[in-house]
Each structure stands twice: as structure tokens, then as C-alpha cells.
């Protein structure tokens, strides 16, 4: 018996870890976050998947799990290590410097989100206390979907990382209300809920002071052996004990393990015992959401896709709105808000360990969990398509505030500038310099606001569109700058415009001399390859510094760049040497180069 016992323990870990395993290099390999491979993967090998074969086909049993409670202690253990690793993340000066943007906007989001659901679930039939458990999950968004989609610079990026950063620092309070309202929802009293704050209070500030005294001392130890094998037992030793002294008082263990992690974040080792469970971050998110995918019933999904849809259409309606308006409120552009809000509408990951903590605590029943559970599997799956939805939303709303019939405003001779990036700003700021006049076209509509506010005469306009090109009215400039690092784009639009206009100066960004070559050849007057110019300046740069002479220096550089010049040259099939960077003599106009037919 004890042997069939370990048998189906070994066999449930081999599946789990596997499919953690098999999950985060073949999606990685598309691009596609892990997220939602997990979910798919727990429903596939779950016991409402093969599982459910396994009777019929015993070979079966050896790659799916048919028992839900026996996967209990993987998702237990997979939220303790994931909480951990969000804590580690966090410290409380990172918290103190970010303090304004975070707990302004960060938590009107979380907390007027979770009032309107958590009402609207009242409303409904929900208990109370079930109704701020479901309202406080459903109002978190996913960290690990929305930050990779819109990165941490851009506007979006920006306004969705303080939001972020708050719920997960609500998490703490979140999952101590949780477990403080346990008692109540057992007893339907609050005889217990002053006993386990005043216990729980008191467990939580003897962690924090012992932490601060004793975790020092504690990894100084384990870093004078050298052995990241002590370091990673010190670090799992902290979150057992922390853990197990917030159980003992009746709290979750999973406040323990974030409290661990806030502390050792505030030690100077921090950075080290990050590096050394930075993989069991990836694989207990792994566990724990092959596991929640694993309690996901598809006959569940069939049988109230209706109430489903309604819940999902619900929740993402309310975010989306309660995000956008409190963006717009502190002053964000309507197209950051409208983009961010969409981004931000799904449920997250860490809903779903929210879920599980209101369901440890009994506040909601085993079946409204797996209700929510779907509800959230489903929003996860569907955040890309709620960034992209989000993103056309954000270039209407932006382009109902920018005419490009500016583009037509004047005959003036002026320089058009394809793309505005970092080299189409410089373009244009010596242009400016030297009071030339310039209009500049970008696709993407934050950096057009952007560059319209700091006084940049940019319009909205995608140049792949050939009737973006038609309205430019191209045969008035002085010359074309194209700055896109897009070099098919750039070749065939080089191509174009030199087919209608022979004589008008094409000054094209090349990636290398390469594409240097195939912008010659397509019409470009001169082709700037970045980086032959940017490998020259650091050469001279490193010359110089070693001690060698300035006059030998810039032969060097010269005799490179005519060598490059030839092989320019000789790939797009010139028989005049272009003009490079910096080079002696008068470019030759594209009329006089010849090519070898």
C-alpha cells in the first residue's frame, strides 16, 4: 500500500515537473508566454482531460493525474516558493522612493476595481466576506503578462509597472485579511477575528525584528563557506520558518513566505539569493498554474459558457474603465489611458493564488472557485488580444487629436523624415539648428504626442501605406531622410520614391554595408551604414586612449572606410564609389552613378 502510495506521489511529481519542463522552452521558442501553456497543459494531463482516460487506457496514469487532491500539496508548495520570490523583488525603499505614483493611481485602481466587483457580486447572492475575497482577486492584473508586452519606458509601460508594483505589495495585506476573516467564515461570528489580528500582528512584527537582527548574521555565515547550495538552504530555511509561525497563529503560510522575502530584500545579500532562486520563480508559477489548469473542468466550460462569458466580459469592462479614468485623472494622454486600461483589464496569476487563499479560508465554496478559476484562466488566455485591442483603441483616440491634413498646409521646400526614433530626433533637431524646415511622418502615436508637445513638427501617418506617401507631396522637398531601421521598408521605399522623382536627394539609415548596398542599388544619393561609423569612432576612440598618434590614427580610419566604400561598391553594383561619412570629395548625385546591367 505504501509502495502504491509513493508510486502515484513519484508519478504525480514527474508529470508536473515535466510538464514545467516541456512548457517553458517550447513556447519560449514562439514567443508566447508560458502563462497560458501552463493552464492548457494542466487541463490536458488534468483529470478532466486524459485523466479522465486513464481507466479505459492504464498506460495513461503514467503521464496524467485523475486525482485532484493528491496535485493539493504541488500548488501549495508552488504558491509558498512564488510568493517568496514576488517579496524578494520588493523592498521598502524601492517602496518609499516610488511612494507618490504607486499608492495614488496604484491603489485607487486595486481598490475602487474591487469595490465595484465586490459589489456587484453582493448584489448577485455572494456572502460578504466571500464578496471582498472575489473582489480584491478579480481587481489584480498580471505582472508577468502586462510588463514583457509593454516593457517599463513608454508611457504605457510606466503607468502599468506603478499599478503593478502596488498589487503586488497589496498582496501581503490581501492575503492577511483573508486569513483573518477565516474564522468568520467558520464559526459565521467574529469571536475569533480580534484573536488572530492581535496573534497575527505580533507574529509579524517579531519576524520583522528578528529578521532584521538575525538574517545578517544568518547569510554572512553561509557566504564565508562559498557554498550556494548553504545560501539556498539559509534562504529556504528562512521561508519554512517564517511560514510555519504565521500557520501556527492561524494566518496563511503564504504571508510568511512574503514576509521572507521582504526581508531578505532588505539585507546586502538580496542580489545573491535572488540569482540562486531566481529558477524556482519560473517553476512554481509552473506547478501552481498546471495545477489550477489541472482543476479546470472542460465540461464545466461548455456547460456555462454563457455566465462565463458575462463573468469575463464583466470584469474586463469594469478594469479597463476604473484604470483608464484614473489615468486620465492624473493627467496621462488619452491614448496611454485608453492602451493601458485594456492591457490591465484581465485577472492575473496572482488571482488565482487569491482565489486559493479565499477558498483555504472558506469564504468561497469549492465550486465558485473553480468558477473564478475558469474565469481567470480564460482573461489570462485572452491578454494579448486585449494588449492589441488596446493598442489600435490608443492610435484612434490619439489620432482624433492630430489632423495629418497638416501635411498639405504649405508648398514650402522642407525635408521629410520617415520614422522618428532616436536618429530621426537627431536629424531633426539640427535641422532646427540650422533653421531648416523639416516634417517628420511616425507610426507609432505615443511618440508622435510626445514629440508634438516637445515642439517637433511630427505627424501621425504610417509610410508602408502608399497613400500616406502620395499626400507628402514629395516633389516640393528638399530631400527624404529615411531613419526606420526597417531595411526592406527602407529599399522599397527608396525604390518608389526614386521612380517618380530622379533628382531628389534620398539620405537613407543603413543597418550595414550590406543594406548600405541594397539602398544603393534600389536609388538611395547616400547610404549611412550605423554601424561601420559607430565600430570607427570607437576604434579612434581606443587608439587614441592606447597612445597612438592622431595623424596615423585618421589614415586608419580613411583607408577602413574606403575599404568599405569598395565593398559597397562592388555588392550593389556601382561603378562610382559612394560617399561615406566623413569622407574627402563631393558625393556624386544618383543621376551620375552608373550600374552594370
Same mark, same amino acid.
Given at each position: 500500500m505504501a509502495g502504491d502510495f509513493q508510486i502515484e506521489g513519484m508519478s504525480d511529481a514527474l508529470v508536473v515537473l515535466g510538464a514545467a519542463g516541456l512548457v517553458i522552452p517550447a513556447f519560449a521558442r514562439f514567443r508566447i508566454t508560458p502563462i497560458i501553456g501552463f493552464i492548457l497543459v494542466g487541463i490536458l494531463v488534468g483529470p478532466a482531460g486524459l485523466g479522465s482516460l486513464a481507466t479505459d487506457y492504464p498506460w495513461l496514469s503514467h503521464i496524467t493525474i485523475s486525482d485532484t487532491e493528491r496535485i493539493a500539496p504541488y500548488a501549495e508548495f508552488g504558491i509558498i516558493l512564488l510568493l517568496f520570490t514576488i517579496g524578494l523583488e520588493l523592498s521598502f525603499k524601492r517602496l518609499w522612493s516610488l511612494r507618490k505614483l504607486v499608492f495614488g493611481v496604484g491603489a485607487g485602481e486595486l481598490l475602487l476595481s474591487a469595490l465595484l466587483i465586490g459589489f456587484a457580486l453582493y448584489a448577485y447572492g455572494q456572502r460578504w *466576506? =466571500?464578496?471582498i475575497g472575489l473582489g480584491l482577486a478579480l481587481a489584480l492584473s498580471s505582472t508577468a503578462l502586462v510588463l514583457p508586452m509593454s516593457g517599463t519606458s513608454s508611457p504605457v509601460g510606466k503607468a502599468a509597472l506603478s499599478m503593478l508594483l502596488f498589487e503586488d505589495i497589496a498582496i501581503i495585506p490581501i492575503i492577511f485579511l483573508l486569513g483573518a476573516l477565516a474564522p468568520y467564515a467558520e464559526s459565521d461570528g467574529l469571536s475569533g477575528l480580534a484573536t488572530i489580528l492581535w496573534q497575527g500582528g505580533l507574529v509579524i512584527a517579531v519576524l520583522l525584528v528578528f529578521g532584521r537582527i538575525a538574517l545578517p548574521r544568518l547569510f554572512a555565515q553561509a557566504a564565508r563557506t562559498k557554498s550556494p547550495e548553504l545560501f539556498l538552504a539559509a534562504s529556504l530555511l528562512v521561508v519554512i520558518i517564517a511560514s510555519l509561525a504565521t500557520a501556527a497563529v492561524g494566518l496563511s503560510p503564504i504571508v510568511g513566505a512574503l514576509l521572507a522575502g521582504l526581508l531578505i530584500a532588505e539585507t546586502e545579500y538580496q542580489d545573491e539569493v535572488e540569482v540562486i532562486t531566481a529558477p524556482f520563480k519560473g517553476l512554481a508559477l509552473g506547478v501552481f498554474l498546471i495545477t489550477i489548469g489541472m482543476s479546470i473542468d472542460l465540461r464545466v466550460i461548455v456547460a456555462n459558457w454563457f455566465e462565463l462569458s458575462l463573468a469575463v466580459t464583466g470584469v474586463v469592462i469594469v478594469k479597463a474603465l476604473v484604470t483608464g479614468s484614473l489615468l486620465r485623472f492624473a493627467g496621462a494622454a488619452r491614448g496611454t489611458a485608453a492602451e493601458a486600461g485594456m492591457l490591465m483589464a484581465s485577472p492575473s496569476e496572482t488571482t488565482l493564488i487569491v482565489l486559493a487563499a479565499a477558498a483555504q479560508a472558506q469564504l468561497i465554496n469549492a465550486s465558485t472557485a473553480q468558477f473564478w478559476q475558469i474565469v481567470t484562466a480564460i482573461g489570462l488566455t485572452i491578454t494579448p488580444l486585449l494588449a492589441r485591442a488596446g493598442h489600435i483603441a490608443a !492610435?484612434? @483616440? /490619439?489620432?482624433?487629436?492630430?489632423?495629418? =491634413?497638416?501635411? /498639405? #498646409?504649405?508648398?514650402? #521646400? !522642407? +525635408?521629410v523624415i520617415f520614422g522618428f526614433g532616436r536618429v530621426g530626433v537627431m536629424v531633426a533637431e539640427m535641422l532646427q539648428k540650422h533653421g531648416q524646415a523639416y516634417v517628420a511622418v511616425e507610426s507609432d502615436i505615443d511618440t508622435v504626442a510626445s514629440a508634438q508637445r516637445? =515642439?517637433?513638427?511630427?505627424?501621425? =501617418? *504610417? @509610410? +508602408?501605406?502608399? /497613400?500616406?506617401? *502620395?499626400?507628402? !507631396?514629395l516633389g516640393h522637398a528638399k530631400s527624404l531622410i529615411i531613419t526606420m531601421d526597417e531595411p526592406i521598408l527602407s529599399a522599397r521605399l527608396v525604390s518608389k520614391v526614386r521612380g517618380w522623382l530622379p533628382d531628389l536627394p534620398i539620405i537613407a539609415r543603413a543597418r550595414d554595408t550590406g543594406n548600405a548596398s541594397d539602398l544603393y542599388r534600389a536609388g538611395a544619393t547616400l547610404a549611412v551604414p550605423e554601424t561601420l561609423e559607430s565600430s570607427l569612432q570607437l576604434s579612434e576612440a581606443v587608439l587614441e586612449r592606447v597612445g597612438v598618434p592622431m595623424g596615423p590614427i585618421i589614415a586608419s580610419i580613411h583607408e577602413k572606410r574606403d575599404e568599405m566604400r569598395d565593398l559597397i561598391m562592388s555588392e550593389g553594383d556601382l561603378t562610382s564609389r559612394p560617399k561615406l561619412k566623413s569622407s574627402t570629395g563631393s558625393s556624386v548625385p544618383f543621376s551620375q552613378y552608373k550600374r552594370d546591367s
Open positions: *466576506d =466571500g464578496a !492610435r484612434r @483616440v /490619439e489620432m482624433a487629436g492630430y489632423d495629418t =491634413g497638416l501635411i /498639405e #498646409e504649405t508648398d514650402a #521646400e !522642407r +525635408s516637445r =515642439g517637433f513638427n511630427v505627424i501621425y =501617418g *504610417d @509610410v +508602408s501605406h502608399a /497613400e500616406i506617401v *502620395d499626400r507628402l !507631396r
